[in-house]
């Protein structure tokens, strides 16, 4: 499976961006979804994963209430809309698959995904 995230730029604070990414394989609406972000000196950390089916999600604490994670799977598309963006939300943002049974639970770790895309840069401007 390949995973490419797009979307990203140039943000002031309070401001929104969504961020998109697009997947190679065909068994994409078999796959467990999320999104990870890397800020400059810290640890790639969860932000929000969904389930196969789309019924199933996970937020991070820092990002509830403001960031939302969808799913296209006949467009083969994960999305992550994100408002009310703080300068602490200045990271690179990678989307990650891993291939689930319908009742997996969802992973929130990096060793829980077995794809990975490059990332794109969310900067958020004080």
């Known amino acids: 499976v390949q995973l490419q995230a797009s979307g990203g730029g140039l943000v002031q604070a309070g401001g929104s961006v969504r961020v998109s990414c697009v997947a190679s394989?065909?068994?994409?609406?078999?796959?467990?979804m999320a999104w990870f972000r890397q800020a400059p000196g810290k640890e790639r950390g969860i932000v929000a994963a969904?389930?196969?089916?789309?019924?199933?999600?996970y937020y991070a604490d820092s990002v509830k209430g403001r960031f939302t994670v969808s799913r296209d799977n006949a467009k083969k598309m994960l999305y992550l809309q994100m408002n009310n963006l703080k300068p602490e939300d200045t990271a690179i943002y990678y989307c990650?698959?891993?291939?689930?049974?319908?009742?997996?639970?969802?992973?929130?770790?990096?060793?829980?995904?077995?794809?990975w895309g490059r990332g794109t840069l969310v900067t958020v401007s004080s």
């Open positions: 990650a698959a891993k291939d689930a049974i319908l009742t997996a639970p969802l992973g929130t770790r990096r060793d829980d995904y077995t794809y």
């Open positions: 394989s065909t068994t994409f609406s078999r796959a467990n």
């Open positions: 969904i389930s196969r089916n789309g019924r199933n999600i």
